[in-house]
T-cell receptor
Framework: GNSVTQMEGPVTLSEEAFLTINCTYT??????LFWYVQYPGEGLQLLLK?????DKGSNKGFEATYRKETTSFHLEKGSVQVSDSAVYFC????????????FGKGTLLTVNP | EAGVAQSPRYKIIEKRQSVAFWCNPI?????LYWYQQILGQGPKLLIQ????????DSQLPKDRFSAERLKGVDSTLKIQPAKLEDSAVYLC??????????????FGPGTRLTVT
């Protein structure tokens, strides 16, 4: 079955530091890959996505590249801000009859000023 | 555009009691999802509706959980009777077209359930 493994948190960084959150997946076929973010007190929202190998998703300074050869979709940002503090979820959707999302466990990021 | 609405936001009940959660998806979204998010874990799909029909309920504990989506718009998820392990955040999401590659799901704020 499908599964997503992302790095354990929590991750604590200083403002302007470089961020990487690792994500690897197991799936049948050719999944679409997503990063969702959950800010404190809010619902999940889509951060970025990639639908085929070598695609790069980007949004708000965050980037992730779909690497089929390593089954990975690592999230990166060159310079984090305090406002980026949130829980980040890697997820995949592998089609079939319902394209349901399979999520990783989430990584809590705290950025200190 | 209004987002996905859920109520209540918080609920505390005793074990063996019953509880119901309500979700109103984004207008025009044919697909509605209910997820369970236990503390420290990612959301897990409980049930997916396409209009008012069930597409996937393979992970719904049907002995105690039920869900309906009458008229293909809003939906209700019920737990009866509740167990301690049902303590979680229940998320509702909706999407326009479930069959598109990379289709985005839009999530509501969730209902935090505590079973004591």
């Amino acid at each position: 079955g499908n599964s997503v493994t992302q790095m354990e948190g929590p991750v604590t960084l200083s403002e302007e530091a470089f961020l990487t959150i690792n994500c690897t997946y197991t799936a049948t076929g050719y999944p679409s890959l997503f990063w969702y973010v959950q800010y404190p007190g809010e619902g999940l929202q889509l951060l970025l996505k990639a639908t085929k190998a070598d695609d790069k998703g980007s949004n708000k300074g965050f980037e992730a590249t779909y690497r089929k050869e390593t089954t990975s979709f690592h999230l990166e940002k060159g310079s984090v801000q305090v406002s980026d503090s949130a829980v980040y979820f890697c997820a995949l959707s592998s089609g079939g009859s319902n394209y349901k999302l399979t999520f990783g466990k989430g990584t809590l990021l705290t950025v200190n000023p | 555009e209004a987002g996905v609405a859920q109520s209540p936001r918080y609920k505390i009940i005793e074990k063996r009691q019953s509880v119901a959660f309500w979700c109103n998806p984004i207008s025009g979204h044919a697909t509605l999802y209910w997820y369970q998010q236990i503390l420290g874990q990612g959301p897990k799909l409980l049930i997916q509706f396409q209009n008012n029909g069930v597409v996937d309920d393979s992970q719904l504990p049907k002995d105690r959980f039920s869900a309906e989506r009458l008229k293909g718009v809003d939906s209700t998820l019920k737990i009866q009777p509740a167990k301690l392990e049902d303590s979680a955040v229940y998320l509702c999401a909706s999407s326009l077209d479930p069959t598109g590659v990379g289709v985005e799901q839009y999530f509501g704020p969730g209902t935090r359930l505590t079973v004591t």
